[in-house]
């Protein structure tokens, strides 16, 4: 018995000296941290730790995700749009490394897909039916730059990041302690046929593994929060660039009949789709949220989907004259579209604005998009975004309301009136899972 206590003894001591270290290493790194934010000079603004502004962005720029092309620092989020009958379920690749890294850049991978099962009969969405694929998505986000709203805001700030790193030092000692005391409590000759030197590096890394990452997970949100709720800035800006692909895996299909004496034959296109996107962001302490962005894009377009063609209804087209009723009762098809089908590229140029007030969870969006080439519609958005935060403060889900004008100048359809022109749509989009800071 005696001999086995001395063995454990002998065992535990080298790990306890390596535990310590370990956690001296934690508590050294939020110094420096620490350090390194105190010593940066009033002028260049530097408030939290590069996490903690990570947290900040998160919160700040979630506050507005309508489809796959939008940013959220959330490892995943799900988007719906009713009007163009499609949802896109995205996962972020960024996987953090180290204590105190910032986000620059990440990979978001996803799927998007129709739901015209989810819409009421005779909606637009019908035009993009038969829509499943993948999106990928590369962005590069910059550095944000902060603005003081005085120096002594910095002093407090500086002030209170000392004041946890002490505390957290301080609770560390105390969880150290406690598992040391843990692992001497161990009855290792009750352990027969282990490697009891083994077992104590895999209990002790598990628990500085765990340890690290608690802890600095609380480090910058203690940080975030104390930002936020004493919005020691004056203005926070960044700007992102995105470069996302739809990439259809099935092809979109149309039921289509040259007139209405012509027999109606299928057709198939491959919609992809590429857009480069550029964002400015800021976040004013008395001006409110802005973002304004500016894409170009190209899409495989087709003259069903640009509403080139007459759409009509398996009634309509009977009650018209149509000669292929029976060809459209065997292959059970409720739409037929008439006209002339052809596929062409489209570019398109998009500027966006979104606007939040101070403190409000209610905004207002407007977008316009020039469409070139075959398809030259000038085409208007305007939106009342609101955001739901949870009981963190965080976003929890994103609805906007939207008035849409399409062919504002009427050149695509000259006969319309801007009634004809009008629609509404909703968009939904909803950040889960952890943040990627």
Same mark, same amino acid.
């Given at each position: 018995?005696?001999?086995?206590?001395?063995?454990?003894?002998?065992?535990?001591?080298?790990?306890?000296?390596l535990?310590?270290?370990?956690?001296? +290493?934690?508590t050294?790194r939020?110094?420096?941290?620490?350090?390194?934010?105190r010593?940066?000079?009033c002028?260049?603004?530097?408030?939290?730790?590069?996490?903690?502004?990570?947290?900040?962005?998160?919160?700040?720029?979630?506050?507005?995700?309508?489809?796959?092309? +939008?940013?959220?620092?959330?490892?995943?989020?799900?988007?719906?749009?009713a009007?163009?009958?499609?949802?896109s379920?995205?996962?972020?690749?960024?996987?953090?490394?180290?204590?105190?890294?910032?986000?620059?850049?990440?990979?978001?991978?996803?799927?998007?897909?129709?739901?015209?099962?989810?819409?009421?009969?005779?909606?637009?969405?019908?035009?993009?039916?038969?829509?499943?694929?993948?999106?990928?998505?590369?962005?590069?986000?910059?550095?944000?730059?902060?603005?003081?709203?005085?120096?002594?805001?910095?002093?407090?700030?500086?002030?209170k990041?000392a004041?946890?790193?002490?505390?957290?030092?301080?609770e560390?000692?105390?969880?150290?302690?406690?598992?040391?005391?843990?692992?001497?409590s161990?009855?290792?000759g009750?352990?027969?046929?282990?490697d009891?030197e083994?077992?104590n590096?895999?209990?002790?890394?598990?628990?500085?593994?765990?340890?690290t990452?608690?802890?600095?997970?609380?480090?910058?949100?203690?940080?975030?929060?104390?930002l936020?709720?004493?919005?020691?800035?004056?203005?926070?800006?960044?700007h992102?660039t995105?470069?996302s692909?739809?990439?259809?895996?099935?092809?979109q299909?149309?039921?289509?009949?040259?007139?209405?004496?012509?027999?109606?034959?299928?057709?198939?296109?491959y919609?992809?789709?590429?857009t480069?996107?550029h964002?400015?962001?800021?976040?004013?302490t008395?001006?409110?949220r802005?973002?304004?962005?500016?894409?170009?894009?190209?899409?495989?377009?087709?003259?069903?989907?640009?509403?080139?063609?007459e759409?009509?209804?398996?009634?309509?087209?009977?009650?018209?004259?149509?000669?292929?009723?029976?060809?459209?009762?065997?292959?059970?098809?409720?739409?037929?579209?008439?006209g002339?089908?052809?596929t062409?590229l489209?570019?398109?140029?998009?500027?966006?604005?979104?606007?939040?007030?101070?403190?409000?969870?209610?905004?207002?969006?407007?977008?316009?998009?020039?469409?070139?080439?075959?398809?030259?519609?000038?085409?208007?958005?305007?939106g009342?975004?609101?955001?739901?935060?949870?009981r963190?403060?965080?976003?929890?889900?994103?609805?906007?309301?939207?008035?849409?004008?399409a062919?504002?100048?009427?050149?695509?359809?000259?006969?319309?009136?801007m009634?004809?022109?009008?629609t509404?749509?909703?968009?939904?989009?909803?950040?889960?899972?952890?943040?990627?800071?």
């Amino acid at each position: 018995m005696v001999r086995t206590l001395l063995a454990c003894a002998g065992l535990l001591l080298p790990m306890t000296g390596l535990l310590a270290q370990s956690t001296d +290493s934690l508590t050294s790194r939020f110094r420096r941290i620490h350090e390194t934010i105190r010593n940066q000079p009033c002028a260049q603004g530097q408030l939290v730790s590069n996490r903690a502004m990570n947290l900040f962005l998160s919160d700040k720029i979630g506050s507005y995700l309508t489809d796959y092309r +939008s940013l959220s620092f959330y490892k995943n989020n799900v988007t719906v749009s009713a009007g163009d009958g499609t949802f896109s379920l995205n996962h972020n690749l960024f996987q953090p490394s180290g204590v105190d890294e910032p986000v620059r850049t990440f990979y978001v991978v996803g799927v998007k897909a129709s739901i015209p099962a989810w819409l009421p009969a005779g909606l637009a969405a019908e035009r993009g039916t038969n829509q499943l694929g993948v999106t990928v998505k590369k962005v590069w986000i910059a550095r944000p730059r902060t603005r003081l709203a005085d120096c002594f805001g910095k002093v407090l700030m500086d002030a209170k990041r000392a004041s946890d790193v002490a505390l957290l030092a301080e609770e560390i000692d105390k969880r150290k302690a406690a598992f040391a005391t843990s692992l001497a409590s161990v009855d290792y000759g009750s352990l027969t046929g282990t490697d009891h030197e083994r077992v104590n590096q895999e209990l002790y890394r598990r628990f500085y593994a765990q340890l690290t990452d608690e802890f600095s997970r609380r480090f910058a949100a203690q940080q975030y929060e104390e930002l936020v709720s004493t919005r020691r800035y004056r203005r926070i800006s960044t700007h992102w660039t995105s470069l996302s692909a739809y990439l259809p895996v099935v092809l979109q299909r149309f039921v289509v009949a040259g007139t209405l004496d012509r027999p109606a034959q299928p057709e198939k296109t491959y919609a992809a789709e590429l857009t480069v996107s550029h964002t400015r962001f800021w976040e004013s302490t008395q001006a409110g949220r802005l973002f304004l962005q500016l894409d170009a894009g190209v899409s495989l377009a087709n003259s069903a989907q640009t509403y080139a063609l007459e759409r009509l209804s398996y009634d309509q087209y009977k009650r018209l004259g149509g000669i292929d009723t029976a060809g459209l009762v065997q292959r059970r098809v409720s739409t037929v579209y008439v006209g002339n089908f052809r596929t062409f590229l489209s570019p398109v140029v998009r500027l966006g604005l979104v606007y939040y007030p101070p403190e409000s969870h209610i905004g207002l969006s407007a977008t316009v998009e020039q469409y070139v080439g075959t398809y030259r519609a000038l085409n208007g958005v305007l939106g009342i975004p609101i955001v739901l935060i949870d009981r963190q403060g965080a976003p929890a889900a994103n609805f906007e309301f939207q008035l849409r004008y399409a062919d504002c100048t009427h050149v695509v359809f000259p006969r319309q009136t801007m009634r004809d022109n009008l629609t509404v749509n909703l968009t939904i989009g909803v950040p889960f899972s952890r943040i990627i800071y």
